[in-house]
């Protein structure tokens, strides 16, 4: 059986920071407090606030940050409070499902061909100009030649019929000197016909894909140190008026360059604007509104950006157009400065308690309860203690075995997850319907994996939906072009597992770490997943020398991958582990399961 009963918590966190998140929690759970040993260490509770993201890991006194949730009980676990910010926080995420991944819409290549001047050819000559070329077993028009302009025009004003009279074969070709045409019946405006990012210059769409997935690996670094340092609140507004800033300035690009510098700025914005706001939202919410609010608000607000894009995109044709409408989109989120509050768990690591106390009190005014005379004690500050960086992670043998490993599956997951997800653009049908199609996909995958993550085991579960998305891409090259619904169902199958994958590897890799290293190895992990997001664009980019290349690359690699989740230990009913000691003696006690009365 792959399930057996039993608890654990789920972290399910959605695209497109999802794989940027570092901050994982045990306090899903209820609260125990089993007895220690003297001499042994106490299993301490994982604190949102214990996480600082991309650097330093600060490790804060469980005594001391654990009791947030015991002085704030009194609040309840939902009420009017907890509803309305839950609410309030997730309509935030809808701006990261529609922001960034306008790119397949923008940068999507219509089809075109070689652009000849008016020379007064003969109307034969005018369609025979453009030699035709074998692609995917049909025969259609090159994109990128045409045969000699000053030839044919010699030819067509010599009265010779081509094919009749002339061997089309043995004409000299040339390059589109003359710039393309460019069929405007799906898309009249983007980047590709603007700047004719096509033939010599297509490996400029790619690389503008690339940029964004870079500015998520220079966003993710930097967000984590600012929200620790300023506050959850501010970054989530600072960030989003950064992101509209820079969406809209790039809708007024006037080369490819500006637009891939914009495009860097707005990853980075986006990945801030998901990592703060959930950070924030974990730390202010209460337990159980916490449970629902890591797996099924997140990411079911980000699938509803991500599901409206196309019909924004459908209505909005033009590229320039788009990008304002979409960056105007934050000013809705203005107002909720003055509805959403600061995280109080912050405000007291910051021996900001006043603050801290204001907020709660206005809480338990909205919840109807009565707020105790006080409700943080002066001693509830943090202390620090030892400080951890990355180079802790691989000091120990068995750590860095884990650690390479983890990099092999965030990479490969990564590059089969953004690979389909800007591959929509590409599938036969409709590219607005193909993508709705890839975002709605998305949604029971979450839903499932939020179910199974409470009782089945995470190599099993992983491996499994891991072998499941790498083999139908291996499958889809041997669907003829005859079927290609079957060929869009399977890929849409692919993308389920890719986003099973997603949700069990970032739950998986956490419970992996110990705490004073966590952090640290989800960074890592992090910033392989980047660097798999920013190959996924020319994974796919080799599709135009042969379209079974992508779909070859991406499940091999994921299968592959799957080969090297089972060298992993299995964390299923497990106590996370606090110290570097505890997941060594963890680990050669070969994990055996420790059942905690609950």
């Known amino acids: 059986m792959l399930c057996r009963a039993g608890k654990s918590f789920s972290f399910v966190p959605p695209f497109p920071a999802r794989d940027q998140l570092t901050l994982l929690h045990r306090e899903l759970q209820p609260n125990t407090k089993p007895p220690t040993s003297a001499g042994t ?63 397949v819409f923008v940068g999507a290549a219509p089809k075109h061909r070689c652009l000849v001047p008016d020379v007064n050819l003969t109307a034969e000559w005018t369609e025979a100009i453009i030699p035709l070329a074998v692609v995917g077993g049909e025969e259609v028009q090159s994109q ?25 074969t043995d004409l000299e070709q040339e390059r589109c000197l003359d710039g393309w045409h460019y069929s405007k019946d799906v898309y009249p405006s983007n980047i590709v016909t603007e700047w004719d990012l096509v033939c010599d210059d297509q490996w400029k769409v790619p690389f ?12 993710s670094l930097i967000s984590g140190h600012l929200s620790d340092r300023y506050g959850r609140k501010k970054v989530v507004f600072i960030s989003l008026a950064a992101q509209c800033l820079s969406v809209l300035l790039q809708s007024f690009s006037q080369s490819w360059r500006m637009f891939c510098v914009m495009f860097l700025f707005v990853g980075a914005s986006q990945i801030s604007i998901y990592i703060s706001a959930f950070v924030l939202g974990t730390e202010i919410l209460s337990k159980t509104m916490r449970v629902l ?6 990411f079911l607000f980000y699938c509803i950006g991500y599901m409206t894009l196309p019909w924004i995109a459908y209505a909005i044709r033009d590229w320039r157009t788009l990008l304002a409408v979409l960056s105007m989109t934050a000013v809705a989120y203005v107002p909720l400065w003055w509805f959403i509050p600061e995280s109080p768990r912050w405000l007291v690591t910051r021996g900001r308690l006043e603050e801290a106390e204001a907020i709660v009190r206005d809480a338990a005014r909205k919840n109807k309860v009565q707020a105790p005379p006080v409700v943080f004690k002066v001693s509830q500050g943090v202390s620090l203690s030892k400080t951890y960086s990355m180079l802790d992670v691989l000091k120990s043998k ?67 939906f891991l072998v499941i998305g790498g083999g139908v891409l291996l499958l889809i090259q041997f669907i003829p072009n005859t079927l290609q619904y079957v060929a869009l169902a399977l890929e849409m199958t692919g993308k389920f597992g890719f986003t099973m994958a997603f949700s069990i590897v970032y739950i998986y890799t956490a419970e992996l770490y ?27 980019y080799l ?32 106590d996370l582990p606090e110290t570097v000691e505890q997941m060594q003696e963890c680990q050669c006690c070969a994990m055996v399961p420790k059942r905690v009365n609950r």
């Open 543 to 574: 599709g135009t020398y042969n379209k079974a290349l992508p779909y070859i690359l991406m499940g091999s690699l994921t299968i592959a991958s799957s080969v090297v989740n089972f060298f992993l230990p299995e964390t299923l009913n497990r």
């Open 293 to 298: 609010f890591t797996t099924l608000g997140a």
């Open 144 to 168: 990128c030649s045409r045969y000699r302009l000053d030839v044919v025009r010699n030819l067509s004003a010599g009265g010779f019929a081509p094919g009749r009279d002339v061997n089309l």
């Open 398 to 464: 068995n750590i860095r075995r884990i650690t390479l490993m983890c990099l092999v599956l965030w990479m490969a997951i990564n590059v089969g997850y953004f690979g389909l997800s800007l591959n929509t653009s590409n599938l036969s049908g409709d590219p607005f319907m193909n993508c709705f199609l890839s975002a709605a996909a998305e949604v029971p995958a979450y839903v499932v994996s939020t179910w199974l993550l409470r009782t089945c085991p995470r190599k099993a579960l992983l491996s499994s």
């Open 41 to 103: 260490p106490p299993r301490l509770k994982l604190s949102p606030s214990t996480f600082q993201q991309g650097g330093l890991f600060l490790f804060a006194s469980s005594q001391r940050m654990g009791d947030y949730d015991e002085d704030t009980a009194f609040l309840g676990q939902t009420g009017p409070y907890f509803w309305t910010t839950f609410f309030l926080l997730n309509t935030v995420f809808v701006s990261t499902g529609f922001n960034g991944l306008y790119i």
């Open 208 to 219: 503008a894909s690339s940029t964004l997935f870079v500015g998520y690996l220079f966003g």
């Open 514 to 540: 110990p705490t004073v290293i966590r952090n640290a190895g989800m960074g890592m992990c992090s910033s392989a997943a980047r660097i798999g997001s920013i190959m996924a664009p020319y994974v796919i």
